[in-house]
DNA sequence: CGGAGGCTTGAGCCCTTTCAATGTCTGTGG
DNA sequence: CCACAGACATTGAAAGGGCTCAAGCCTCCG
């Protein structure tokens, strides 16, 4: 199976959507990278673990996830390919409980302190990686507005809506169909549901036409319904 | 009304968490910077004006929300004296629609621009901002989780924890009271529930004897209870 | 004194959950 | 090739937590 993507790939289309220097561009590519091939379910890092390391996702999607006291889980974001993984990590201590593969797929890490070595003397970067940071947070802000706010339907709709937008910005759809690797259990963890009511919103998305689903492809049929019943604006994305 | 912090104050502030050089804080301190004094409900920044600046309180209440389609509000974050306000507006299009005063106070402005030529020579101020913008992604997927897995009593327990820590922090508290300037309603639109209901939580919250208020003003009188109810636990306040 | 915003309370409804069972698919081993 | 197990999807019925609607009250302030 090979990568969605290189490492080189991944660095080059950083710099090129912040407008890195060669140098800047160069600097990263020197860095070293610990690449690993991780299965289904596998962590990519543990919370006990001060693995203080930064890592992004070559192929493979990947989820962050919140455990509660009474067991229920809450998936706070998910990743990807060309997405970093662990950002914020090069801080303190993390702020998710678990880390987990989706699917098998590669990720590639950069230890905090290589990093941070060359963040000292490249600014540019570092404001390229502050503002991945801030795209994320914006992202948790747009889920907190969907979970608060939303009813079920909207708030799946908003979330292939999501991931519709996100993937083709990658190259990982065909058409208007795309691959979201998740199961109906995680999809609610995801959007604050169970997994009985996701199943029904879905079946109600099927019936009234704007989705079709075969396995885990979701094609998307009416895409201005679709924006509509989600009230979905891109713009919290950070992309164009 | 004299703020509760000064502009040098702040810079200090962010310069001793963060571990800055004394020439990293004169290059902060060397910022010009703009002060207004804003009534309650005042805008803080509008999301139409691409006014780029990083502003932060020196005193008085403020938060950021998003509107939905329906007319439905969430707020997204509660900003207390010390913190930044619009941080992340750096970078491009804000991702709140709005931001506004909950009680009279003071905000303090930097233009991005100004900024970003300090920063271009400063890494660790930028590390400082960086980090900062981190512990606000962090706060947002903390809220994520009571929101979108939590029940009413426990998400309204999470807020009051979350605000006895973020105020013992900048010394605005009077042994376990301490002053939270919302409106029921407000409460509602930061926690996802409806006014009515919030009104019943904190009836609750009284008559179980973990908390009782005073016009705006909360005292925690079982914080073990409080935090018991809520979950809570402080780390993803990057505080200590 | 009157008005406005905020707080409180009650009653009924509804969206979502819970509980439980059945169906489907896929990989595995006999 | 079939039996079996396990994970996931689907469906029904009933319960419940939070919402909606509506009214009354309180407090502050002009």
Known sequence: MSDAISTEGFWASLAAKNALSQDDLEALLSLPVRRRNLGAGAAVARSNLPAKSCSFLLSGFA?????????????VSVHVPGDFVTLSHVFEAPNVDEIRMLTPGTVASVAAAALHHVLASHPSIQ??????TAIDASIFSEWLAAIGRRDAQSRVAHLLCEFAVRLRAVGLTNGSAFDLPMTQAQLADATGLTAVHVNRVLNALRQTGLVATDKRTI???????LVALAD???AYLGMA
């Open 63 to 75: 989820y962050a996830s919140k455990l509660l006291r009474d067991g229920a889980r809450q998936i």
């Open 232 to 234: 979905f604006d891109s």
């Open 127 to 132: 404001t390229a990686l502050w503002r991945q």
């Open 219 to 225: 094609a998307i049929n009416d895409w201005p319904g």
